[in-house]
Structure formats: structure tokens, C-alpha cells
């Protein structure tokens, strides 16, 4: 049952985030916290303590990337938390594919967002009155990529193992 919770709070921050960044680019810090300090519960219950510091190490890399990723201006503050926070609960065994999902998702998101962009397809016809073509519009006419978005489904995509016990 205490599994089923940090299911649970994982999935539910995830989701929420998913949503958050898409609507308004915006990853609260109080899903960071929430993420982070579940993990050292659940590490706590469920993990070897040998095992702790190499979660705490694939978030360190993953943050230290992000920030880079940062200063270059590819991703946004929130997003090098989130990440962080995810980084956390992914370990070695579940890091690479997280990270390449995560790659393929933002690059797919980013290609679309340019293709609306360059040719405007959502904003006229049918799909132009649905609120997510709506918002997509937005995005792309702004030139900004929630990419929490990315971050978030390949989080979910990679966490299958994470809580098998």
C-alpha cells in the first residue's frame, strides 16, 4: 500500500507539471519538493543505502546538464528542476532511456511547434476552434516549447521499473 502512494505522488506530480507547463510555462517548486522528498521517503523504505548516493549523482548530472542547457538558452529554470527532481528517482538503470525519450519527445514537440510556425495549419479550420490546437498556436506564434511537456511524458514512459519491488 505505501508503494501504491509513491506511485502515486509521483504520477500525480508528473501530471500536473505536464499540464502546468502547457498551459502557462510555468513548473511550480512545490512539485520539485514534493518529487525530491518523496524520493528520500521511498529511498528510505525501499532502496539499498548504497544505492542512494547513484541517484543522487544521475540528478546532480542531469542538473549540471540542464543548467549548460540553461545558459544556452534551450530550456527554462523549471525545467532543470524537474528534471533534477525526476533525475532522482531514475537511478543508472533507468537514466538513459528517461534521457533519450526525453531527447525524442522535446525534439518531436519542438518540430511541431516550428511546423505551426511556418505554416499555421492549427489556426484555421476546424482544428483552430479546439483549445489545445489553440494554445499550440500560441506557443509557436510565441516561439517558446514547454519542455516540462517532454520531460514529463518520458518520465512517465521510463518509470515502470522504478517500482517494481
Not at 502547457?22 to 511550480?28: E, G, N, S
Not at 544505492?51 to 540542464?66: D, T
Not at 511546423?115 to 479550420?125: C, R, S
Request: net charge neutral.
Amino acid at each position: 500500500m505505501l508503494l501504491l502512494g509513491f506511485q502515486s505522488v509521483y504520477v500525480v506530480c508528473i501530471c500536473y507539471t505536464i499540464v502546468s507547463d502547457f498551459r502557462t510555462l510555468t513548473i511550480p517548486n512545490w512539485i520539485v519538493i514534493a518529487l525530491a522528498s518523496s524520493f528520500a521517503a521511498f529511498a528510505a523504505v525501499y532502496l539499498e543505502p548504497g544505492a542512494i548516493p547513484v541517484h543522487l549523482g544521475v540528478a546532480a548530472i542531469l542538473f549540471l546538464l540542464f543548467t549548460a542547457f540553461f545558459v544556452a538558452g534551450w530550456v527554462a529554470g523549471g525545467d532543470v528542476k524537474f528534471i533534477a527532481a525526476i533525475g532522482l528517482w531514475m537511478g543508472l538503470e533507468h537514466v538513459v532511456n528517461f534521457v533519450l525519450l526525453t531527447a525524442l519527445l522535446g525534439s518531436l514537440l519542438a518540430l511541431a511547434l516550428l511546423q505551426i510556425k511556418a505554416h499555421g495549419f492549427l489556426a484555421h479550420g476546424t482544428l483552430g476552434n479546439n483549445p489545445l490546437f489553440q494554445r499550440m498556436s500560441s506557443l509557436a506564434e510565441h516561439g517558446q516549447c514547454p519542455y516540462g511537456v517532454a520531460i514529463g511524458i518520458a518520465a512517465l514512459l521510463s518509470s515502470a521499473g522504478i517500482f517494481q519491488r
